[in-house]
């Protein structure tokens, strides 16, 4: 089926050192070039909102002023393992503080501060733990890997195509957010029509 088809292309990434690929997940080489935020409203939409540009400072500068106004849990998918250590170290290397008391705080095995929907989905267990993209198939939510893989988006960042990069972080936002309603909550898929993105 299509579905392991994705595992496999998944699990076949070519060993050959490619730099583009090392950085994009590297928090010491990489560049932060969007930041995507959202919530469920309470009329079941999900709003979506993005810092970007090629500001890195400035993306990071904005998003800390959201996080500093943020109360609750951070909510992300494999974020303890990637998103949230990238975007900890980008403000590393630009000298600046993270707002809030509890943005930094990564302790694991823990729905708190952050709640990463694939960790508490898959107990932890990496051996286990499928892609966004696949697990959100799997409960009927539409995937954002269907028009665009995180793969392609240095080639859309080299074409300028910021439309199309908000509209996969947003989207990527959108399905997290969707798989937590869905698995923990008990609550029914909300359709894409239902997102409201940014851009």
């Known amino acids: 089926t299509k579905i392991f088809e994705k595992i496999e292309r998944r699990q076949n990434h070519d060993?050959?050192?490619?730099?583009?690929y090392f950085a994009s997940l590297h928090g010491d080489f990489g560049k932060i070039i969007c930041l995507s935020?959202?919530?469920?409203?309470e009329d079941e939409s999900i709003r979506l909102k993005s810092f970007w540009g090629e500001d890195e400072h400035q993306i990071l500068r904005q998003f800390n002023e959201t996080v500093e106004k943020h109360q609750g849990i951070y909510l992300h998918y494999?974020?303890?393992n990637f998103d949230i250590p990238f975007i900890l170290q980008r403000m590393a290397h630009h000298g600046m503080t993270p707002a809030g008391t509890s943005f930094n705080n990564m302790r694991r095995f823990s729905p708190e501060p952050h709640f990463d929907v694939m960790m508490m989905y898959y107990n932890w267990d990496l051996q286990?733990?499928?892609?966004?993209?696949?697990l959100a198939e799997l409960y009927g939510i539409t995937s954002p890997k269907e028009e665009?893989?995180?793969n392609q988006v240095y080639?859309?960042?080299k074409a300028q195509e910021w439309g199309k990069i908000i509209r996969y972080c947003e989207f990527d936002t959108a399905t997290t957010l969707n798989l937590w309603q869905r698995i923990f909550l008990n609550q029914p898929v909300i359709p894409a029509e239902r997102y409201f993105f940014s851009k």
């Open 78 to 80: 494999n974020g303890l």
């Open 15 to 20: 060993p050959k050192f490619d730099y583009n």
């Open 128 to 134: 286990k733990a499928l892609s966004l993209g696949v």
């Open 148 to 150: 665009m893989a995180g």
């Open 155 to 157: 080639e859309a960042y």
């Open 37 to 41: 935020l959202g919530y469920i409203a």
